[in-house]
């Protein structure tokens, strides 16, 4: 791992879960760079749905994953991840969320705690067993704080026989640096 942060991190807890997987989520794909990360370390056969509300996000996720040959395992969703439970009804093995808005677009649009709680919640009830979530959350800003205090509460508040949940963050950086949840299931469990 050349560089330490909360996508690298992500990238680190995520990876051991990829090679037997056959379904993966990208809550947020953005630029692509997580849904080419998931493509790149699955199997051949692993399909990776990959969900964001904004079209430019899903076309630059598109080039990057063609320009990697990648693409073929790739299902790009324009819509909100709040509605996954429209379009996945098979179990997760395992799922990203990073949070905010997308790196050089408009920063006014970004997830929201409402709807981020939402997919969460529904991803949580889909996921294998031994499954994993990760979510990368920003507050060193106004919006990403209250969303990552969302977050945070949320997941204080899980069954702990359910879930193992951590937090991962640089405690020497200043400004409030992003966080890092892993959630990992543990057994059955309904909201
Ligand atoms: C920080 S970026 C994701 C970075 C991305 N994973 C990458 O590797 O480049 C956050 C993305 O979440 C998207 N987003 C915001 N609200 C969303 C929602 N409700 N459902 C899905 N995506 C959402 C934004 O449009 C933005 O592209």
């Known amino acids: 791992m050349e560089v330490v942060n909360a996508v690298t991190m992500a990238h680190h807890f995520i990876h051991p879960k990829l090679s037997t997987a056959n379904l993966v989520i990208d809550a947020t794909a953005g630029n692509g760079y997580d849904t080419l990360f998931l493509a790149e370390n699955t199997p051949k056969k692993t399909t990776i749905v990959s969900f964001d509300i904004q079209a430019e996000a899903l076309a630059k996720t598109e080039i990057l994953l063609s320009k990697h040959s990648l ?33 050089g677009g408009n920063h006014l649009v970004s997830t929201s705690p409402d709807t981020t709680l939402q997919a ?8 294998k067993t031994k499954g ?22 949320y997941l204080t508040n899980l ?29 059955e469990w309904t909201a």
């Open 71 to 103: 693409l073929y395992k790739v299902r790009l969703i324009l819509d909100s991840h709040a509605n996954i439970a429209n379009y996945i009804n098979q179990p997760i093995d395992a799922a990203m969320f990073n949070l905010g808005y997308l790196p």
């Open 120 to 127: 969460m919640t529904n991803i949580l009830q889909c996921l």
């Open 159 to 187: 069954n702990q026989k359910a879930f193992t949940v951590g937090c991962w963050s640089m405690v020497n950086q200043k400004n409030n640096p992003p966080v890092l949840y892993i959630i990992q299931k543990n057994k």
């Open 132 to 153: 994993l979530i990760t979510i990368a959350a920003y507050p060193g800003y106004e919006h990403g704080r209250v969303e990552c205090q969302t977050v945070h509460e």
